[in-house]
């Protein structure tokens, strides 16, 4: 039954589609503002309003997707922008944006210290819309919201994002515009830290990344460089390991990585615009309650802006100029998806 014959049957549409914005009230989550977002397939979504428009939780029919960290969700006043102090306030959930001046290790650079993942991620939405879409029999929710990572003396960036997803699809689009307010040429680095957590993850799950080439990000790294494919049982003593790969792109320069559960017959992948997000990481951590895999599209290196300058892949946005990123996250449901979604 279409979309227009179904509402017949319905009081209200959200009985198929909505999208709400609520507040949570406990804990150092208090105050933070969410959109969710539910559509016909099984597919749930929240978008965090307080916190970039990041992608907290991810669920289908019920069962979880992405990871969540020991802190859970927290509200953007708690951060530490120092060091390592991103991390005591690191959702990690579905997907954290990181950036928009530094994405990766704390680093000094030209005299300035910078923490680790940068800003962007902590920062409020605003002119934030949100609505169900009916356009043609194909309702859809379409989510925009702008984020500023700037300040006085220096860098001025801004990120404009839009979220869809249409009614019946198991798959969803985040669109990223971003944007050099300033008036000067500016350093920017961006990196989509999304994390896939247990269920979905476990020992018996399947990774599927289409690499040329992989390198170990250190030493440490090297030693499991025959293992950065497979999934190992939890492990108290686990020491994270991360992996630069370079993606097999298609013929429209984009390419899918992926992880599947057999035995749930479920899984997530990510299809990556190569022509902006040139970098990909693969972030591997095994540890017992720190059990998460990082598939990280990003245009840049991630060990400091003084290494992403001299390796070459910085990237920098003259006076008024923008690019964008997109990126399409979907379901999969069945061996048949993870056969159809590798050929893209």
């Known amino acids: 039954m279409k979309y227009e014959e179904e509402k017949k049957y319905i009081g209200n549409k959200d009985q198929l589609m909505r999208v709400k914005r609520v507040k949570m009230l ?7 503002e969410l959109l969710d977002v539910h559509n016909r397939s099984g597919m749930h979504f929240d978008l965090n309003i307080s916190r970039g428009l990041d992608i ?3 669920d289908f029919c019920g069962e979880n997707i992405g990871y969540i960290s020991p802190c859970g969700v927290v509200a953007p006043e708690y951060f530490d922008d120092k060091g390592l102090g991103f991390l005591k306030s690191f959702t990690a959930g579905f997907m954290t944006t990181c950036g928009l001046k530094v994405a990766g290790a704390p680093c ?9 993942h940068g800003n962007i991620s902590h920062t409020p939405a605003e002119d934030v819309s949100y609505s169900v879409v009916e356009d043609g029999g194909q309702p859809y929710v379409e989510i925009k919201g702008k ?11 801004l990120l404009e994002r839009t979220v869809k997803c ?13 944007t050099n307010e300033g008036f000067k040429k500016v350093r920017h680095m961006i990196l989509y830290h999304c994390n896939i957590g247990y269920p979905i993850l476990t020992p018996d799950s399947e990774i599927y990344i289409p690499a040329l080439e992989t390198k170990p990000r250190n030493a440490h790294a090297l030693k499991g460089m025959d293992s950065w494919m497979r999934c190992q049982e939890a492990d108290a003593d686990y020491e994270e390991m991360c992996y630069y790969h370079k993606l097999k792109p298609n013929a429209d320069n984009h390419s899918v990585a992926a992880i599947y559960n057999p035995d749930l017959d479920l899984g997530i992948a990510i299809e990556i615009d190569l022509r902006t997000l040139d970098h990909f990481v693969q972030w591997k951590m095994m540890g017992a309650g720190d059990y ?5 599209p990003a245009n840049a290196t991630i060990d400091g802006i003084e290494d992403a300058v001299e390796n070459g892949s910085m990237k ?4 008024g100029e923008s690019v964008e990123y997109h990126l399409t996250f979907h379901i999969l449901q069945g061996r048949e998806d993870v056969d159809s979604i590798m050929k893209l």
């Open 26 to 32: 406990d804990g150092k989550a208090a105050g933070v």
């Open 56 to 58: 907290p939780y991810l």
């Open 108 to 116: 000094s650079y030209e005299g300035k210290d910078y923490g680790l």
């Open 147 to 157: 984020v500023r990572d700037a300040e006085i003396f220096g860098e001025k960036l």
């Open 166 to 178: 249409y009614y019946k699809e198991r798959k969803f689009t985040v669109s990223d515009r971003v």
């Open 292 to 296: 998460v895999m990082g598939l990280e």
């Open 316 to 319: 920098y946005l003259g006076a």
